[in-house]
């Protein structure tokens, strides 16, 4: 069993056993536009659904996620129609946290008539800003998906189930032991080069 120790996050000295590790739990910035009436597009519970499942799959390489911050943003921002409106987002990117934008629409950059569900961008206008925007329809594998892409697995798989590919059910989406060390390689490099804040630990086991 696992235990979350947010102490950490206020430089609080904690006690740990000497067999213990200490696994990294990185912050979210989670942003959801709003309906036309003015209500979220989704609920904050569907956006832990799909978090849920990306700490299982995660979880495995010592890599953990928690929702910092809850914000919304304007309705202009609801509907993607054009890629260059992506980089709207970038001014609303909070610095050293994964930011998440969840929108009622998500248009393709290539193909004019496909819509997504997700996507890992790198803004043109803020090089340093990346940031993960989420479709209200996409599946809950989608989240997870994308923070592969942010965490370093660049192309996409086309294995069964593999959660890089876009065949895939949900309950046995894996990634495959390569992805895996590019995930923690990159997760680590994150980690210490301050790129990503820390916001606690898990304290795992090393058995």
């Given amino acids: 069993m696992k235990l979350m120790c947010f102490a950490c996050v206020a430089a609080v000295s904690i006690a740990v056993p000497a067999s ?6 990185f912050a979210l910035d ?4 709003p309906t036309a009436e003015g209500a979220p597009i989704r609920s904050e519970d569907w956006v832990y ?5 990306a700490e299982r799959v ?7 996620f928690h929702i910092w911050h809850w914000r919304t943003v304007g309705r202009e921002l609801a509907r993607i129609e054009d890629p260059r ?25 290539e ?11 790198d803004s043109h206008t803020t090089p340093s800003a990346r940031f993960i925007i989420l479709s209200a329809d996409c599946v809950r594998s989608s989240l997870a998906h994308e923070l592969g ?5 660049q192309p996409h798989s086309f294995v069964k189930n593999n959660l890089m590919g876009y065949d895939r059910d949900d309950a046995l989406v894996f990634l495959d032991p390569s992805q895996q060390t590019l995930v923690i390689a990159r997760a680590h490099t994150l980690r210490t080069s301050g790129a990503l804040f820390t916001f606690g630990w898990f304290v795992g086991s090393n058995h």
């Avoid at 989670?30 to 536009?33: F, L, T």
């Avoid at 930011?99 to 009622?104: K, L």
């Avoid at 193909?111 to 961008?121: A, S």
């Avoid at 892409?149 to 697995?153: A, C, M, N, P, S």
Wanted: net charge negative; no cysteine; hydrophobic share 50%.
């Fill in 20 to 25: 213990a590790e200490l696994e990294p739990v």
């Fill in 30 to 33: 989670v942003s959801i536009a």
């Fill in 49 to 53: 659904e799909r978090l849920d499942l």
């Fill in 58 to 64: 995660f979880s495995s390489m010592k890599v953990h």
């Fill in 85 to 109: 409106e992506r980089d709207r987002f970038a001014p609303l990117v909070a610095p050293t946290e994964i930011n998440v934008f969840v929108v009622e629409r998500l248009r393709d950059n």
């Fill in 111 to 121: 193909v004019k008539d496909l819509y997504r569900m997700g996507v890992t961008w």
């Fill in 149 to 153: 892409h942010f965490l370093g697995i």
